[in-house]
């Protein structure tokens, strides 16, 4: 086999995910050819993709030392730099890429979305506009466009362009998922008839018809097409459960360790700090209103809206957390020695924010597993945990599509019903520690009392009263990149209370489970 044939199977191997078989044999031509910079940029690719990202560096850093204007390289080591969080030297290899090739696409799309990670919307549609001037057809280059100006409530703009995107690629199913949330439809819906055609082709793939389930599912839902409704939920839901590795004993391990971790620690601790911003941290289930609290307080203009942010979890996990059970010594360690790492980290990585305001609200739902570590290493932070009736709330997990790994336990009745009773039971574990120190926001009283409920949220967040809190739905400053990025621009309405009610026998073993506990 010539170098060329080699090359291309390596390449063939790599786009199968057969990364280990790409880096043993990169290892052995970089052992015949060490002055070769594409065989240490290709074992860096593998690296990358197996989640080997520090090694990785160095295989694309030694791959640029032997070129320097292997631009294919430094971007792809800027993507290592963006996924372990040092976002300056991710900038900067960006930026040095640009410098060499200003038209580089690859770069001008990963530098966007390095821009709207920092929920900085303007550099990143910039970015990307320019990427499609060169490539006005690219896909990839529509759909984050599109998905830039979906995240900053411009949805006309965002519609034409997932509308752009499905003509000229008809199977690109996320444009289809997500321009079905924008839409309302009726039964003569050009869109909804495409879905229809498009979900019985038989080469689509299984990540191809569990978006398409799920749109369609709620374009009959708009139909009030309960039962057809259901049934493609249903679908998307049982195909993504077989093709993922979810056990729900990991997370009753998980749990379990925090609340004996937990138990016997002081929480009134008080751990020296020397940041001033205060966070405003936004937790619960998902869907349990969660962004629509986030826009509600992020109207305020001293408050940025940081949406979810993954440096508590990151910090957590590092810190804390081994062979997924949480580690009480590391815990008794760090306080024994007054070891603000949490903190540390936390606000290394909001500085590439830069953010003006002095406050912040951090809205990652499932932080509810580390109210501990919040009123421990940010003693001036504010806690409000997002609650909302059970059955609306577990309805709409099931009803959504959470492509993120984290949410695994999303996508089976008796998984959503299992894991409701975990996040209850630790929050029933919190509460009792430390009641004082948790605001409890309730869905429903908010849409029965807004300006009520609303005066009282902002009075517990010590923030001066301002009337741009009670029209939240007008704020455009704070970013939406969750599944309700429709449902927070609204004002509030009282449609999705109860809504179970329309799914109720469908979904009878789920709501026996929570209703047991």
């Not at 390449?11 to 594409?38: G, M, T, W």
């Not at 709330?393 to 009745?413: D, I, Q, T, V």
Request: with cysteine; net charge positive; proline share 3%.
């Amino acid at each position: 086999m010539d170098i060329k044939e080699k090359i291309s199977q390596l390449q063939n191997h790599l786009r199968a995910e057969n990364f280990k078989f790409v880096i043993d044999e990169c290892n052995k031509l970089i052992n015949k050819y060490p002055n070769n910079s594409f065989y240490y940029n290709l074992c860096g690719l593998a690296l990358q993709a197996s989640k080997n990202i520090q090694i990785s560096i160095e295989y694309f850093k030694k791959s640029i030392d032997l070129d320097n204007y292997n631009i294919a390289a430094r971007n792809n080591l800027a993507n290592s730099y963006k996924a372990i969080g040092n976002y300056s030297l991710s900038e900067k290899y960006y930026q040095s890429v640009l410098k060499i090739n200003p038209n580089y696409i690859q770069t001008l799309n990963n530098f966007a979305n390095l821009k709207s990670a920092l929920n900085d919307y303007d550099l990143s549609i910039d970015y990307l506009e320019k990427a499609l001037k060169i490539d006005q057809n690219n896909a990839i280059i529509l759909y984050n466009l599109a998905d830039s100006y979906k995240s900053i409530g411009n949805f006309q703009k965002a519609k034409k362009i997932y509308e752009k995107t499905i003509s000229k690629y008809p199977q690109h199913t996320a444009s289809h998922l997500n321009l079905s949330s924008i839409n309302i439809y009726n039964s003569n819906s050009n869109h909804f008839k495409q879905m229809l055609t498009l979900i019985e082709d038989k080469k689509l793939k299984p990540k191809n018809i569990i978006d398409l389930s799920f749109a369609i599912g709620k374009a009959y839902e708009d139909l009030k097409n309960y039962e057809k409704s259901f049934l493609y939920y249903k679908k998307g839901n049982l195909l993504k459960k077989e093709i993922i590795n979810y056990d729900i004993k990991q997370d009753k391990e998980l749990f379990n360790s925090i609340i004996e971790s937990f138990k016997d620690i002081d929480l009134n601790k008080k751990i020296n700090i020397k940041n001033k911003k205060k966070v405003i941290f936004i937790c619960g289930m998902p869907r349990s209103g969660t962004t629509l609290v986030e826009q509600i307080i992020s109207s305020h203009p001293n408050v940025s809206g940081e949406g979810e942010l993954s440096y508590l979890q990151n910090s957590a996990s590092k810190n804390f957390l081994k062979n997924n059970f949480f580690q009480k010594n590391q815990l008794e360690e760090a306080l024994q020695f007054n070891l603000n790492i949490i903190n540390k980290e936390y606000f290394e990585m909001i500085k590439y924010h830069n953010i003006s305001t002095d406050y912040i609200t951090d809205k990652t739902p499932e932080n509810f597993r580390w109210i501990g570590l919040m009123k421990l290493f940010f003693p001036n932070c504010k806690i409000i945990h997002c609650s909302r009736k059970p059955k609306d709330n577990c309805l709409s997990l099931y009803k959504n599509y959470f492509p993120a790994p984290k949410m695994h336990w999303a996508f089976n009745e008796e998984d959503i019903g299992n894991y409701f009773n975990l996040y209850k039971e630790l929050m029933n574990f919190w509460k009792f520690k430390i009641s004082d120190f948790i605001y409890e926001a309730n869905y429903e009283k908010i849409v029965e009392n807004q300006e009520e409920e609303i005066k009282k949220i902002i009075r517990f967040c010590d923030l001066q009263w301002s009337e741009t809190c009670l029209n939240f739905h007008k704020n455009t400053k704070t970013p939406i990149k969750t599944v309700s990025f429709v449902q927070a621009r609204k004002p509030i309405y009282k449609s999705s209370v109860n809504s179970n009610s329309n799914y109720e026998k469908h979904l009878d073993k789920m709501f026996s489970i929570i209703k047991a506990n």
